[in-house]
């Protein structure tokens, strides 16, 4: 049973990391600088970084249930998860700043935020293959 709550818990965080890191990327499309393209791709990023952070979280706590005890990381994996949670944190804040204040700022801003949110997406995603190999 453990390894099917495992897989559904990658299936949903494998999506969560294709939606942050894409999304951000079709953001430099040429049919989505409209204001209400990226408005709607700015709530995917949005939804797709709680994703990440629930179904990261909800790694540990599988491991926890099934086995008592967090996952034996390395510290190349602990590194490594440290780098994931840093970019989730820092998208979920940079993608509500994004809603707050974004209407007020200039395209080159938006294209800062957007360019920072598909690397913050491409980090974690590289880190989550150094978590995988090392763990």
């Known amino acids: 049973m453990e390894n099917l709550v495992y897989a559904l818990v990658q299936l949903v965080h494998n999506f969560g990391a294709v939606a942050v890191t894409a999304a951000p990327f079709a953001a430099f499309s040429p049919a989505r600088l409209a204001p209400e393209s990226r408005r709607g791709l700015a709530r995917l990023v949005a939804a797709a970084w709680l994703v990440q952070i629930a179904s990261g979280i909800a790694f540990g706590a599988t491991s926890l249930h099934y086995y008592g ?16 949670v840093s970019c989730a944190l820092a998208g979920t804040a940079l993608v509500t700043l994004l809603f707050a204040r974004g209407a007020r700022w200039t395209e080159a801003a938006h294209g800062r935020a957007w360019r920072a949110l598909a690397a913050l997406g491409a980090t974690a995603l590289a880190g989550a293959a150094v978590l995988r190999w090392f763990s």
């Not at 005890?69 to 994931?84: E, F, G, Q, T």
């Open 69 to 84: 005890v967090l996952p034996d990381l390395s510290r190349v994996a602990r590194a490594a998860l440290i780098v994931k």
